[in-house]
């Protein structure tokens, strides 16, 4: 079993920030894209950022500028610094973890997800 835990998230008010954190544990066996996806209500859930290994990132055109995600490899961890929010970016934030994993005594392929950790800007 793996397990993605978030946290981080809350109320901001426009132009302020937060830091998000996402741990993963459990049978890891290799973690290889770690990233951070978003859904409003009544939208579909988009990418925000993802962070491969060796450091490459990448971000939706609507966060660049704004968002970083980094990552530390021996922790399996994962953060969303985001700064100059704004009311668009009121979402649950999803952090996910692909890779590779222990499961039944076999290697698997698989993604997980967290469970998610509310967003919220407003005055």
């Known amino acids: 079993q793996v397990q993605l835990v978030e946290s981080g998230g809350g109320l901001v008010q426009p132009g302020g920030s937060l830091r998000l954190s996402c741990a993963a544990s459990?049978?890891?066996?290799?973690?290889?894209?770690m990233g951070w996806y978003r859904q409003a209500p009544g939208k579909q859930r988009e990418l925000v950022a993802g962070?491969?290994?060796?450091?490459?990132?990448n971000y939706t055109n609507s966060v660049k500028g704004r968002f970083t995600i980094s990552r530390d490899n021996a922790k399996n961890t994962v953060y969303l610094q985001m700064n100059s929010l704004k009311y668009e970016d009121t979402a649950v934030y999803l952090c996910?973890?692909?890779?590779?994993?222990?499961?039944?005594?076999?290697?698997?392929?698989?993604?997980?997800w967290g469970q998610g950790t509310q967003v919220t800007v407003s005055s």
């Open positions: 996910h973890a692909d890779g590779n994993f222990l499961a039944g005594g076999s290697v698997k392929t698989y993604r997980y």
């Open positions: 962070i491969t290994s060796g450091g490459s990132t």
């Open positions: 459990g049978s890891i066996f290799r973690i290889n894209v």
